[in-house]
């Protein structure tokens, strides 16, 4: 690989605007030929063309025949990722990148230069773009892993679950699908905990699953076992990150565990620092902001899934 490969921004553009496009979705209904394809994509022929065969170029979908083009392996992923459209939450995380240069310079987060307000500002402002970024933290993630500890054996004390800034509640759905004594509360903002009711229903969990519409950084529901952090973390400075891991040593019982999910250091932490200024942890970086909330790290491990697993215990007063 060279410099300009690794510079080059045209392929990654271009599968946004066939995802945007839905082409694969077109292909895969029949329209192979570039006239049709084109009209039903609504997209200039000869522009589209184009398009498409520097992804054949690349090895993104198939041309049999000029001007007729087919699905490969690679291609058949876009029919089974919907947040890939510049029109979503894809969209934004796009269009944040060139904003990278300021967050490197000030250490802070510009997505508001390329949309006008911060990113959870944003989501705000603009409901359709926040149920797209929903949606990716909940299914679009895949149905998530309910081993949340790291000695699956300490199930058979925990009676109640909060899940703190969970989403529409798909991993809390889980966990109480997979353990029928236990309840749970879901913690979020308002706009997003109205959607958890449809997904608590659906995992027949319903009667066990409360929602709990407020900010994380408010006194959250006291008294529970566990306060599990998934995906949340890494989004946030240290400040803030340290804040919240406060409020749930507050919450918890005097026995209870904080277990926090990790994001490690790479590509997917830039993103957060683009996007709000967040960032990966290193298992003693988290130990450091962990003490400072009131919280010692008292397991690590590995959920099956992969993902690593933090448990903590709040420091006795």
Same mark, same amino acid.
């Given at each position: 690989?060279?410099?300009?490969?690794?510079?080059?921004?045209?392929?990654?553009?271009?599968?946004?605007?066939?995802?945007?496009?839905?082409?694969?979705?077109?292909?895969?209904?029949?329209?192979?030929?570039?006239?049709?394809?084109?009209?039903?994509?609504?997209?200039?022929?000869?522009?589209?063309?184009?398009?498409?065969?520097?992804?054949?170029?690349?090895?993104?979908?198939?041309?049999?025949?000029?001007?007729?083009?087919?699905?490969?392996?690679?291609?058949?992923?876009?029919?089974?990722?919907?947040?890939?459209?510049?029109?979503?939450?894809?969209?934004?995380? $796009? +269009? %944040?990148?060139?904003? &990278? @240069?300021?967050? /490197?310079?000030?250490?802070? *987060?510009?997505?508001?230069?390329?949309?006008? #307000?911060?990113?959870?500002?944003?989501?705000?402002?603009?409901?359709?773009?926040?149920?797209?970024?929903?949606?990716?933290?909940?299914?679009?993630?895949?149905?998530?892993?309910?081993?949340?500890?790291?000695?699956?054996?300490?199930?058979?004390?925990?009676?109640?679950?909060?899940?703190?800034?969970?989403?529409?509640?798909?991993?809390?759905?889980?966990?109480?699908?997979?353990?029928?004594?236990?309840?749970?509360?879901?913690?979020?903002?308002?706009?997003?905990?109205?959607?958890?009711?449809?997904?608590?229903?659906?995992?027949?969990?319903?009667?066990?699953?409360?929602?709990?519409?407020?900010?994380?950084?408010?006194?959250?529901? $006291? +008294? %529970?076992?566990?306060? &599990? @952090?998934?995906? /949340?973390?890494?989004?946030? *400075?240290?400040?803030?990150?340290?804040?919240? #891991?406060?409020?749930?040593?507050?919450?918890?019982?005097?026995?209870?565990?904080?277990?926090?999910?990790?994001?490690?250091?790479?590509?997917?932490?830039?993103?957060?620092?683009?996007?709000?200024?967040?960032?990966?942890?290193?298992?003693?970086?988290?130990?450091?902001?962990?003490?400072?909330?009131?919280?010692?790290?008292?397991?690590?491990?590995?959920?099956?899934?992969?993902?690593?697993?933090?448990?903590?215990?709040?420091?006795?007063?």
């Amino acid at each position: 690989m060279d410099l300009w490969e690794l510079t080059d921004l045209c392929t990654p553009w271009c599968v946004h605007v066939v995802a945007t496009l839905h082409v694969a979705e077109h292909i895969a209904a029949g329209k192979s030929e570039i006239g049709p394809l084109a009209e039903a994509a609504g997209a200039h022929r000869e522009s589209l063309q184009r398009v498409m065969q520097h992804l054949v170029s690349k090895g993104l979908f198939e041309e049999p025949t000029p001007g007729r083009f087919a699905l490969n392996d690679l291609a058949r992923e876009l029919l089974e990722n919907p947040f890939l459209s510049l029109e979503g939450i894809g969209g934004r995380m $796009a +269009g %944040a990148w060139p904003t &990278m @240069l300021s967050a /490197v310079r000030t250490g802070k *987060p510009a997505y508001h230069e390329a949309f006008g #307000l911060p990113f959870w500002e944003d989501l705000e402002a603009h409901p359709d773009i926040a149920a797209s970024f929903d949606a990716l933290m909940g299914p679009g993630h895949g149905t998530p892993d309910p081993e949340v500890l790291v000695n699956p054996a300490d199930w058979a004390s925990i009676r109640t679950v909060v899940d703190v800034g969970g989403g529409t509640g798909s991993l809390l759905a889980e966990v109480l699908r997979a353990h029928p004594t236990v309840r749970g509360t879901l913690v979020d903002l308002p706009r997003t905990v109205a959607r958890s009711a449809e997904v608590f229903q659906a995992a027949g969990v319903a009667d066990r699953a409360t929602a709990v519409a407020q900010s994380f950084f408010d006194p959250l529901p $006291a +008294g %529970a076992d566990i306060y &599990m @952090l998934k995906s /949340v973390i890494a989004d946030w *400075p240290d400040p803030e990150a340290t804040a919240l #891991l406060k409020r749930c040593a507050e919450a918890a019982r005097p026995d209870g565990r904080v277990v926090v999910f990790t994001t490690e250091k790479g590509g997917p932490e830039l993103l957060m620092m683009v996007l709000v200024g967040g960032k990966g942890r290193s298992l003693e970086e988290f130990r450091a902001i962990a003490r400072d909330a009131g919280l010692d790290v008292s397991a690590v491990g590995r959920q099956p899934s992969g993902r690593t697993i933090v448990e903590c215990r709040p420091v006795a007063s």
